[in-house]
């Protein structure tokens, strides 16, 4: 079989130099909203009649019932060990390896899949341990890759808690479960992998989806490096759909996963291909950097399947969740993390907090600040110290400013060397102390036309101004309340704050 061999160059990232995604308006992969034409809604009110009745009744239900039987056959009386699993062996192993992948095609086919096109070449497990799938874009892409193999996956911690099957299923294919908000289950799963993968026995392959999502298949998400640090072969699998009416995919934000099946089963017949790439042998260099590795495996599928590569992660997801939680947009959330965590060297914890900060500045709850918005919130007058601060954060001059704008133009200009010197802030400490006894009052913080404690528009959670501090606790109350870094820039640059 071919393979990619890592030339000595491989430190240049393989990024496909006509896809790049703009970095004013990121793209949105998690929304999907279907709109249908007049005929695709006759043909689906016509269809869920009898099509839709026939194929889940007589395809979809029974080949479901199988596949289960077919998991509980094969851990019969088997003995399992959550701390030391082993792999399927035997009858066991012929059970889920060629008869379930029969099943698994009888499934899809009731889907109306009625063929699926394969380009490429599995390869054998020892030649390439791991399998990474993109993009990841429908629940139907593991009955895909079923119809040729059964592997062993790596899934999130809430399918292991359904009620049944999630205990069939976990020993039947020896499931990885990771929970996305926990670093200590992260790390727990990537011990677990290196375990196998290093183990001499006979697994499967290791199925991995490296964006940790299903998207609408707009950009391909930041892969998280889970399945490159064992530094070991991997092949890359694209699965396209190509549908006009698109009702497989089912992104997080949009139509749910029964609706979308509902769709796909009132189709006359759905198209589906998948390719196997050729396996990808990692450099040296690859080997010791898993980022690297998983970029360059990202752009290979990107370029395969023709989805752009894109500076939004999963992240961006769980912060799409919260802003729709704090009353705004969905699509509010995205920061492009990728981009945020490699540039601005920022925790995903001090972009959470970031967004309630934004939530309480966008009193519309619309996804947009203008600059009374900001004024509002920092307790600054209109002119040109707060005009200043706005436009540094809103390069765009639409008069409104984004989450993404916010926390991009926040932290690029807060991070700025001159901000951070300490001669800066013994400035404005100075000004501020007008008895020069080395701590600020109340009244000091007066002094300017503003008002420093921003903690009026929250609860408890905030710092909170005592009655003198120091210079250490301004620092702190600055790290806090970057805002007012920028402002304090913009008084000295107007003359309001001598230097």
């Known amino acids: 079989m071919?393979?990619?061999?890592?030339?000595?160059?491989?430190?240049?990232?393989?990024?496909?130099?006509?896809?790049?995604?703009?970095?004013?308006?990121?793209?949105?992969?998690?929304?999907?909203?279907?709109?249908?034409?007049?005929?695709?809604?006759?043909?689906?009110?016509?269809?869920?009649?009898?099509?839709?009745?026939?194929?889940?009744?007589?395809?979809?239900?029974?080949?479901?019932?199988?596949?289960?039987?077919?998991?509980?056959?094969?851990?019969?009386?088997?003995?399992?060990?959550?701390?030391?699993?082993?792999?399927?062996?035997?009858?066991?192993?012929?059970?889920?390896?060629k008869v379930a992948t029969k099943v698994s095609r009888l499934f899809m086919f009731g889907f109306g899949f009625h063929w699926i096109p394969v380009i490429g070449t599995p390869a054998a497990s020892s030649e390439a341990p791991i399998m990474v799938v993109g993009p990841h874009s429908s629940m139907l892409d593991i009955f895909v890759i079923g119809c040729r193999s059964i592997p062993t996956a790596l899934s999130r911690a809430e399918n292991k808690s359904v009620p049944f099957f999630g205990r069939i299923f976990?020993?039947?294919?020896?499931?990885?479960?990771?929970?996305?908000?926990?670093?200590?289950?992260?790390?727990?799963?990537?011990?677990?992998?290196?375990?196998?993968l290093?183990?001499?026995?006979?697994?499967?392959?290791l199925l991995i989806f490296p964006e940790g999502t299903t998207t609408n298949r707009k950009a391909l998400l930041q892969f998280k490096h889970g399945a490159f640090s064992p530094g070991l072969p991997v092949q890359p699998v694209v699965i396209r759909y190509r549908n006009r009416m698109n009702t497989m995919v089912w992104p997080d934000h949009g139509d749910s996963v029964i609706t979308c099946w509902f769709y796909t089963l009132c189709q006359f017949h759905n198209h589906v291909e998948m390719e196997y790439l050729?396996?990808?042998?990692p450099s040296d260099e690859e080997k010791q950097n898993p980022d690297l590795f998983a970029e360059n495996i990202r752009n290979i599928i990107s370029r395969s399947s023709g989805v752009p590569p894109s500076d939004v992660a999963i992240?961006?997801?769980?912060?799409?969740?919260?802003?729709?939680?704090?009353?705004?947009?969905?699509?509010?959330?995205?920061?492009?993390?990728?981009?945020?965590?490699?540039?601005?060297?920022?925790?995903?914890?001090?972009?959470?907090?970031?967004?309630k900060t934004f939530s309480i500045i966008d009193r519309d709850r619309n996804g947009l600040v203008d600059i009374s918005d900001l004024g509002w919130y920092l307790g600054v007058p209109s002119g040109a110290g707060l005009k200043m601060v706005f436009d540094s954060m809103a390069p765009a001059s639409d008069g409104f400013l984004t989450f993404h704008n916010y926390v991009h133009g926040l932290l690029a200009r807060c991070s700025s060397p001159h901000l951070q010197n300490e001669e800066f802030l013994h400035t404005i400490f100075n000004y501020l102390d007008q008895d020069h006894n080395g701590a600020l009052s109340e009244a000091d913080m007066f002094r300017l036309p503003i008002h420093i404690a921003a903690a009026r528009h929250t609860t408890d959670d905030f710092y909170q101004i005592t009655p003198q501090i120091g210079f250490e606790e301004f620092k702190a109350l600055l790290s806090e309340y970057k805002e007012y870094v920028l402002l304090f820039e913009a008084y000295r640059n107007i003359g309001i704050i001598a230097t």
């Open 170 to 196: 976990t020993q039947a294919f020896n499931v990885i479960y990771v929970s996305r908000d926990e670093m200590a289950s992260r790390q727990q799963a990537a011990t677990e992998i290196n375990r196998r």
């Open 315 to 355: 992240e961006d997801m769980i912060l799409c969740k919260m802003a729709q939680q704090l009353g705004m947009p969905y699509s509010t959330g995205i920061v492009e993390y990728a981009k945020v965590k490699k540039d601005l060297s920022t925790s995903f914890k001090d972009i959470k907090k970031l967004l």
């Open 198 to 205: 290093n183990s001499g026995l006979d697994w499967p392959h």
């Open 2 to 97: 071919d393979s990619y061999q890592a030339p000595n160059e491989r430190s240049t990232l393989l990024r496909p130099a006509d896809m790049a995604v703009s970095e004013e308006a990121p793209v949105d992969p998690f929304t999907l909203k279907h709109r249908f034409s007049c005929y695709d809604c006759l043909k689906i009110a016509f269809n869920c009649i009898w099509l839709f009745p026939l194929r889940l009744l007589f395809i979809v239900l029974p080949s479901a019932v199988m596949g289960s039987c077919l998991c509980m056959l094969s851990i019969l009386c088997l003995s399992y060990n959550e701390e030391d699993p082993q792999p399927l062996t035997g009858w066991r192993k012929f059970v889920l390896q």
């Open 278 to 281: 050729p396996v990808y042998q």
